[in-house]
Every structure is written in C-alpha cells, then in structure tokens.
C-alpha cells in the first residue's frame, strides 16, 4: 500500500466515525492503522531452506531464475506512531508460478509441478528505517485460495510481532475468497491490498509494489500501557 493512500484511508476511516467523536482529535490523529493479523496458513515451510535472503527468484548460484512475474517488493516497517521498527526480520512466503509451497505436504505431492527455481521463502531485516525489501513473483492463485497472496511474519529475535498476508488490489478472486472474505472490516479489507504496478523502464515487464507493515502494541506492551 503506498503512503499517500494510506492516509487517504485513514482519513476515511475518521470521517466514517463522525464528527462527535472528534472532540479529542489528537488521540485518533497521530496513530496509523495497525495491519491486521491473518492466518499464517498450512505451508509455513517444514524445513527452512538453505537459501532464506531476500531474493525469491534465483537460489543460491543458479543460472535460471523462476517462472513468474517479477516483482520488486518493498516497505516499510511501522509501529502506530509511524517510527520504524528497525532490525526487525520480515518474512515472506507464497507458492510458485506453478501453484507449489515449500512445503513437504505440498511439493512431495507435486514435485514435477514445482518450479525448482523458485525459493518459495526468503527474510529481510529492515534497516535503521525500517524499510524492508524482496525480489519476488507476483503471487497466483492456489486452489482454493482464488486471492493470490504472499504470507508474512514480522518477528524480533524469537518473538512473532505479526502474521499476515497481503493480497493484490482489484484481483478477481478475492471476491471468493475464503481468508479475504473473513476479513470483514473495509478499512482492514483496504490494510491489506497492495497495488502490483509496472516498472516503467523496465525491458522485461518487472512489477512493483508498495507495502507499509504498521505493527499494533506486542501483549507486553499492551500490559506495560495498562500498568502506566
Ligand atoms: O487452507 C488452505 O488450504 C490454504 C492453502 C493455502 C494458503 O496459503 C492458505 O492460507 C490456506
């Protein structure tokens, strides 16, 4: 999701609360909306690849990159004040161009249908601004889950901050799909599309895409504020 939108919702979102509730502004108008957490799905991978960097597209030192398009993912890391979380790991997975997880119960069945060239799971640290990044395919569709979607998790040291995916802005199959469905609120709806756009001067059709991960208050912290 890209900055300005963002904030376009967040605006929405305080005009939809009406005016009476804007007495105190300061207490809404400072804080971003928090990601919404989604299931982290059946295909976290079993067994963490060799290869885990940020470059979904090539493993290790082959010559052949993965079928699909590529897309160059990047964000930022956010707490509700809008400062970085820096040097946190952001994770992502998703299934190849030819529908496979990396994942056991997934490639074992459909192990000649797996692009072997495709790493399926990779991590980033977000730097002193949190911005985070990731060379990927753009996600397809996965039977019964007609949303192409990448899943995510958000983690400090051992600690999952967040699970959740994003899911492509305007795609057909969200509409029908189970986990997007779920998701009843709009403004959360809008918290986890993400534009897929093209590289203008790109010569072979690369995509980007833009997605502020905004982390809400960890348990200990929550217990930290009700203590205060
Ligand atoms: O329930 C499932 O089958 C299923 C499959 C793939 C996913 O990415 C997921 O989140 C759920």
């Known amino acids: 999701m890209s900055g300005p939108l963002f904030h376009l919702h967040r605006r929405a979102f305080l005009g939809a609360l009406g005016a009476s509730v804007l007495t105190s502004p300061a207490l809404f108008a400072e804080q971003l909306l928090r990601t919404p957490p989604l299931t982290e799905g059946p295909f976290y991978p079993d067994k963490i690849p060799l290869d885990t960097d940020n470059d979904l597209i090539v493993i290790g030192k082959n010559t052949t990159r993965a079928v699909g398009e590529i897309t160059h993912l990047t964000g930022k890391v956010l707490d509700i004040n809008g400062a970085p979380a820096k040097n946190v790991v952001v994770e992502i997975w998703q299934c190849d161009a030819n529908e496979v997880y990396l994942h056991s119960s997934d490639s074992i069945p459909k192990v000649k249908q797996q692009d072997k060239n495709f790493q399926g799971f990779g991590r980033c640290t977000t730097t002193e601004k949190g911005e985070y990044r990731f060379r990927t395919i753009k996600p ?42 779920g998701v009843r609120d709009v403004i959360d709806r809008e918290l986890i599309l993400v534009d897929f756009k093209p590289v203008k001067e790109s010569k072979i059709g690369e995509l980007q895409a833009y997605f502020e991960i905004v982390l809400g208050l960890t348990p200990d912290e929550k217990d930290m504020n009700l203590r205060r």
Request: aromatic residues 10%; charged residues 20%; positive net charge.
């Open 140 to 181: 397809v569709p996965y039977p019964g889950r007609p949303a192409p979607h990448i899943h995510f998790k958000v983690k400090k040291g051992n600690r999952e901050l967040l699970t959740s995916q994003f899911m492509i802005r305007g795609h057909a199959g969200n509409a029908r799909d189970g986990v997007f469905g």
